[in-house]
């Protein structure tokens, strides 16, 4: 076992509380620990690391995870500690419905208890599937013991018949080109066998790669560990370096309180603008931020947003490239690198090094891939932030990823009260709708939804697919997958199910998108907008028991991070250590 001498004492290890002193109640926890198999000397004085796995058979992004565990536990023995697995919350996005964003606060409280109630001195979280990596970060963040997060790494490019495949934003483009007639039964089948080759997450820039790009920024991984692909085997080599690393933060005491600060946090939302991000990231970096008690808001988002230029060419924001040719360009640390200017690289980071020292020999291999700040992919970071009449507390969109005509747009609403009733009506080719309306979905944010569902990317009508159009302007509250594109505004807040503005909207009235001015706004009366309002009537709930009622009581509008209220750092002071009798 490597020898800490300047360092803390096995004696003040948090797991040496159940297990050191000679009385019952650590007699049954060595009586078990025997049961287990274990014999004292596999545990005792050393750090005992929890592996928490948000492994799941359903959940293909996390099909590695079993033998990561087995790399994580290979990198712990070997710096003298003892490992154990944990299963956590999965959270997979693609099965979990009405939406996985309904079960990322179960995911973070049962991350922080977990931790809390059980003998670990140090964890590595394993996730990386969207809300996998927020959900456990907030957790760990509260729980307040040294953690270092391990991504899941995206999966290898789709290919299909000589065309390269982006997750999610070639599902839309082809599903499109599908409803137009122009896609045979033999291709569609053919696509959906090719677009996902291996294990990890989508390969875009997606939630998935920006959220782990996030905690890479914030410190909170091995460095450039978020840009691995899932299938390369530096991905197994970083998951060692993971273990053997935690070992050393448990005897540095490196807890997340000395990583997370404003600075590391503005660090995360620079570089995420930097390299085209999912909308997405507002509502989670905002949660996470709160959890450190680091107080970040929409508007200091579209601030750096104005004077960050998007310098990752990569989908859906960019146009040709793919997670695997970013980590061929150098990976996050040579986007950093590109951006060292920016970025405060004085913070510390969970290789008890600054991320100036972390980030010194990161070159850019392909400056198409990673441009210079110099010939960015868009002048402006990947998010806007809108206010108006319309969103009174702000809703956001990706100027990048959609077409610059709507940047300033003038139309009649057409108003949908539920997806299905959208969706009925986008299929019917007698449709009354030109490229000028405006698609409005309501009902659809974090208590309308329920749970806030990627629903904000509503098709183009079919009439309109079959002209050639492929965008136009749509709004909702509800969110949309960090995968797709298009002219979508999203996370209008407060939202529609519980009397925002966006409640009081009518098919044909007027919408204007002022993106350059920020603004969104309807354009009718206040004297009209104000009976409209008094005749409003409150929905019915979407639940009446369980973990639906909880969320339903306690989550936050999109503005705030749609965490729980009583999780937030400034609700009260987090449980201490438990009782041990």
Known sequence: MPDHPTKKAA???????????????SFGHRSRMMQLGYSEDDYRDRPIIGILNTWSELNSCHGHFPERVENVRRGVLQAGGFAVEMPALSVDESFTKPTSMLYRNMLAMETEEMIRSHPLDGVVLLGGCDKTTPGLVMGAITAAVPFIFMPAGPMLRGHYAGRILGSGSDAWKYWDERRAGNITDEEWVGIQGGIARSVG?????GTASTMTAISDAMGLTLPGASSIPAADAGHQRMASDSGRRIVDMVWEDLTPDKIINDASVRNAAIVAMATGCSTNAVVHLIAMARRAGVEFTLDDLDELGRVTPLIANIRPSGKDYLMEDFFYAGGLRALMKQMEERLDTSVLTVTGKTMGENLEGAVVYNDD???????PVYAEGSLALLRGNLCPDGAVIKPAACDPKYHVHEGPALVFDSYP????????????????HVLVLRNAGPLGGPGFPEWGMLPIPKALIKQGHRDMLRISDARMSGTSYGACVLHVAPESFIGGPLALLKTGDIVRLDLPNRTLDMLVDEAE?????????????????????????HVTQA???????????????????????
């Not at 959208?422 to 080719?429: F, Q, T």
């Open 11 to 25: 004696s003040e290890l948090r797991s040496a509380r159940w297990f050191a002193p000679d009385d019952l109640r």
């Open 201 to 205: 997450t989508c390969m875009t820039m």
């Open 369 to 375: 891939v990673i441009r210079p700040l110099s010939n």
């Open 421 to 436: 009733e959208m969706k009925e009506a986008i299929d019917d080719e007698d449709l009354d709708v030109s490229p000028d």
């Open 529 to 553: 907008l104000a009976q409209r309002k008094a005749n409003w009537k409150v929905p019915a709930p979407r639940f009446e028991r369980g973990w639906g009622y909880m969320f339903s009581k």
């Open 559 to 581: 503005d705030k991070g749609c965490d729980f209220d009583f999780l937030e750092r400034g609700f009260g002071t987090a449980a201490g250590e438990p009782d041990i009798h």
